[in-house]
T-cell receptor, first 112, second 116 residues
Framework: GENVEQHPSTLSVQEGDSAVIKCTYSDSASNYFPWYKQELGKRPQLIIDIRSNVGEKKDQRIAVTLNKTAKHFSLHITETQPEDSAVYFCAASIQGFNKFYFGSGTKLNVKP | DAGVIQSPRHEVTEMGQEVTLRCKPISGHDYLFWYRQTMMRGLELLIYFNNNVPIDDSGMPEDRFSAKMPNASFSTLKIQPSEPRDSAVYFC??????????????FGNGTRLTVT
């Protein structure tokens, strides 16, 4: 089955700096890659997603890039703010199966 | 839309007791998932349904765990008998497929289970 690895496990940045979280996947059939943000004690919430026919997608301060050849995708957060502090999960799924494989999570701490 | 609704939010029970977690997916969604989250193991997929039919239960840890989806608007996850190592947050999630395109999961607020 699919294996998703996520790095780093923890990331600490100064407010205003950029943060990058990286994930790799093993199954070349995976074609949909969502990212979730989970604040302490709350549910994971979708923040951005990308499909395999696109190389990059942006939504304000958040962007995701996908390299299908290398089988990796990354989350980029610019101008970080304290409210960005949370655990971020990447995931991969194979078209038609709708089964999601999650990374182990990255705890992002934005220091004011 | 009220989103995915789970109950109870918190459950504290003694080892050996039966526990039933409940989930109401978003109306119209055709997939329903049960996940377990712990610090050690992260988000684990236990089982998922498509149109009320179980598709993959390979993540269900033991025979003590069972899940049902009697109709499109309700699912249960049952643990009998419960053990302290079952303590975790259990999330239900639903999604809607559009043709053959996968779509994101919408998570409920979770049930925090503590087994003493």
């Amino acid at each position: 089955g699919e294996n998703v690895e996520q790095h780093p496990s923890t990331l600490s940045v100064q407010e205003g700096d950029s943060a990058v979280i990286k994930c790799t996947y093993s199954d070349s059939a995976s074609n949909y890659f969502p990212w979730y943000k989970q604040e302490l004690g709350k549910r994971p919430q979708l923040i951005i997603d990308i499909r395999s026919n696109v190389g990059e997608k942006k939504d304000q301060r958040i962007a995701v890039t996908l390299n299908k050849t290398a089988k990796h995708f990354s989350l980029h957060i610019t101008e970080t703010q304290p409210e960005d502090s949370a655990v971020y999960f990447c995931a991969a799924s194979i078209q038609g199966f709708n089964k999601f494989y999650f990374g182990s999570g990255t705890k992002l701490n934005v220091k004011p | 839309d009220a989103g995915v609704i789970q109950s109870p939010r918190h459950e504290v029970t003694e080892m050996g007791q039966e526990v039933t977690l409940r989930c109401k997916p978003i109306s119209g969604h055709d997939y329903l998932f049960w996940y377990r989250q712990t610090m050690m193991r992260g988000l684990e997929l236990l089982i998922y349904f498509n149109n009320n039919v179980p598709i993959d239960d390979s993540g269900m840890p033991e025979d003590r765990f069972s899940a049902k989806m009697p109709n499109a608007s309700f699912s249960t996850l049952k643990i009998q008998p419960s053990e302290p190592r079952d303590s975790a947050v259990y999330f239900c999630a639903s999604s809607l497929t559009r043709g053959r395109s996968n779509s994101p999961l919408h998570f409920g607020n979770g049930t925090r289970l503590t087994v003493t």
